[in-house]
């Protein structure tokens, strides 16, 4: 993980997702709320659907003893990742949840505030495809005092996720 990264701030990775949204001219909406990062009770306080909210997790993934992957997996908050998926998907020997540190690090934002989109080389992002069946998807910004409702075609188009059944209900 190379430094100029590593230091990245939630601060920073909030105004960084603003700025891109804002150059590609993509449609949102911010919602402030008292700070939370579980997606349940965000969800409710947001008021929409649990099954609009992205639930954005980053994955150690190891392929054999040598090689290690993060992945940003990103499902419907109503439903967890299916580590078996993710460890076909990839032909890995072993999948888990990153360490907090590590989530820090590569995502630049709180546990319970990781974006859907990756800007740090080293995280791979993959959506499932059930997330996008709602025309916005709600997530917290970085932030856990402040989410973003986006237009799911536009987050589509700027995130260029790869997109594969990752989600199992919760």
């Not at 909406?29 to 409710?44: F, K």
């Not at 934002?109 to 059930?130: E, M, Y």
């Amino acid at each position: 993980m190379d430094s100029a990264h590593a230091s990245l701030s939630s601060g920073d990775t909030y105004e960084r997702l603003l700025e891109l949204l804002d150059q590609q001219g993509v449609r949102y909406r911010l919602i402030d709320h008292p700070p939370e990062g579980r997606t349940e009770l965000v969800s409710a306080m947001r008021g929409h659907d649990v099954r609009h909210a992205a639930k954005c997790m980053i994955l150690l993934v190891k392929q054999g003893k040598k090689v290690t992957r993060y992945v940003l997996a990103v499902v419907p908050g109503n439903a967890r990742v299916d580590f078996q998926a993710i460890k076909l998907l990839l032909q890995a020997t072993y999948v888990s949840f990153a360490s907090p540190e590590t989530t820090v690090q590569l995502s630049g934002a709180p546990t319970g505030a990781v974006l859907p989109f990756s800007f740090h080389s080293s995280l791979n992002l993959i959506v499932d495809p059930s997330l996008l069946d709602s025309s916005e998807i709600y997530f917290n910004a970085a932030r856990l005092d402040r989410s973003m409702a986006l237009n799911t075609e536009d987050y589509v188009a700027v995130a260029k996720p790869r997109l594969a059944s990752i989600a199992v209900a919760s």
